[in-house]
């Protein structure tokens, strides 16, 4: 047997325990059959030495400091599941990266946010950096872009990244419920952070498409080029109306490669009930690939918990006890490039418009007159109630058009009386499919 991988994890959390029980209940087992050496866990480090956490530590070398373990002799891997971009979490990895360490995270927020850093690093080091736990949790989707699909030019790579997001919309349309009553259900469940702003508001979302942008098209991640609409708006008469024209709301990250630059949005789009992401409901992930050999590939599952992520994480070990990492964006890092964003107003595609107007004559003319002048063309229009001077609820659908027109519409259209509430603009996004 060859010498052990000694592991030093740093956090303790919710996936930080699950890789500590996971390696603690199989490492004498399959995973070193599958890794042909040892794997165990040499030190730890966390915030509260005494906090009651379910795993003995009592056999590991403890680090107060958790940078203190990219210096521990005696640790081979430095695994970070601490979160968070800035501070101890991005000092760890430097530190390990620079000492020649193997780094394993499930950072998205870093990787998103500091790519360009982590590529330099990379640059300079012996050591490697993998992050399958960085994107939709226990899916082997990194692995599957860069490994089982490495072999197709990639256009576009879109799905369900976060399953705060798709509970809350699951629920929503099953029980008719409001946003917040099913947030705060959400909550309860655990599913949803006591502040859930990051995935409601799409930015974990955010973080995951550009990592998952980099690898598909060989770029560095941009997060700042990522277009981001969130969930909150969204009412359960959206989700009612969206059904009667035969589609779901589901909040998708989509980045694609087109001729004018890289597009990257997570927004709530309508899908057409019989695409297969349609009914991919609750906590689960979902994102597709299109490759240009392999035609397009969806892969789904667990996006988060401690198990799934644990999983993943593990995985990446196993590759380091296996001698066979592959670089994070699987090229060398100095190939990675900047790619230009492209600009999301010439972004074509056709809306639903959920507006609450009062019932009077003449207001959907007023409403015409702007869509005409900013050469909106409108599919149908349906409006659900009659109550002669009160709001009622008018959805509008659009024929294909530029999303910079369709906003400066929405803007205009949000200053007439007759609107008594923010419009809410949603896309529909078909996939280039008619399914
Ligand atoms: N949870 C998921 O389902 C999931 C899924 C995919 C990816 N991730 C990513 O995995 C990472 C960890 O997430 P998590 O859910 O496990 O978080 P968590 O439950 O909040 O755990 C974070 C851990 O890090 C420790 N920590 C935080 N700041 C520290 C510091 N300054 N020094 C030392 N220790 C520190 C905490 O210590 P104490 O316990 O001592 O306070 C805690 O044990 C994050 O990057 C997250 O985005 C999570």
């Not at 509260?48 to 003995?56: E, N």
């Not at 590939?297 to 995985?315: D, N, Q, Y």
């Not at 066979?324 to 056709?350: C, T």
């Amino acid at each position: 047997m060859n010498a052990p991988l000694k592991i030093g994890i740093a956090g303790l959390g919710t996936v930080g325990v699950g890789v500590f029980r996971l390696l603690v209940e199989h490492a004498a087992g399959f995973i070193s059959d599958r890794s042909q050496r040892p794997v165990v866990v040499a030190a730890v480090s966390s915030r509260d030495k005494g906090k009651c956490r379910g795993i003995d530590i009592s056999k590991v070398r403890w680090h107060d400091n958790p940078v203190a373990l990219a210096d521990d002799e005696d640790v081979d891997v430095v695994v970070e599941l601490m979160g968070g971009s800035e501070g101890v979490a991005f000092d760890l990895i430097r530190k390990a990266l620079e000492n020649g360490k193997h780094v394993v995270t499930a950072n998205k927020a870093l990787l998103a946010l500091r790519s360009v850093e982590i590529l330099e690093l990379l640059k300079k080091s012996k050591g490697t950096l993998s992050c399958e736990a960085a994107v939709a949790g226990g899916v082997p989707i990194i692995k599957g872009i860069r490994e089982g699909l490495a072999a197709n030019k990639i256009s576009a790579v879109y799905g369900i990244l976060n399953g705060t997001c798709n509970f809350i919309l699951s629920e929503m349309r099953s029980t008719g419920c409001d946003f917040d009553d099913v947030l705060k259900e959400a909550q309860v469940k655990g599913y949803a952070e006591a502040d859930p702003s990051f995935d409601i508001d799409g930015i974990d979302s955010g973080h995951k498409l550009s990592i998952l942008a980099g690898l598909a098209f060989g770029c560095v991640p941009d997060f700042s080029s990522v277009h981001i609409r969130g969930i909150s708006n969204i009412s359960p008469i959206d989700i009612e109306f969206a059904e009667d024209l035969g589609y779901r709301v589901k909040l998708l990250g989509i980045a694609r490669r087109t001729e004018k630059g890289i597009e990257q949005s997570v927004e709530p789009c309508l899908v057409p009930e019989s695409a297969p992401i349609a009914s991919v409901d609750g906590t689960l992930n979902a994102v597709y690939v299109d490759g240009d050999y392999v035609g397009n590939v969806l892969f789904t599952g667990e996006g988060a918990g401690g198990e799934p992520t644990a999983s993943a994480v593990v995985a990446d070990i196993i590759d380091v006890a296996r001698g066979r990492v592959l670089p994070f964006l699987g090229m060398a890092s100095s190939k990675a490039e900047i790619l230009k964003p492209a600009d999301i107003n010439e972004r074509i595609g056709s809306y639903f418009l959920r507006l609450i107007m009062l019932d009077q004559m003449g207001v959907l003319a007023d409403v015409s007159a702007i869509l005409r002048d900013c050469c909106v063309s409108i599919e149908s229009v349906l409006q659900r109630g009659h109550s002669f001077g009160q709001p009622v609820p008018v959805i509008l659908i659009s024929h294909e058009m530029s999303e910079g027109g369709m906003l400066k519409a929405v803007k205009l259209i949000s200053k007439l009386k007759s609107v008594v509430k923010s419009p809410h603009l949603m896309r529909i996004e078909t996939f280039g499919t008619i399914y």
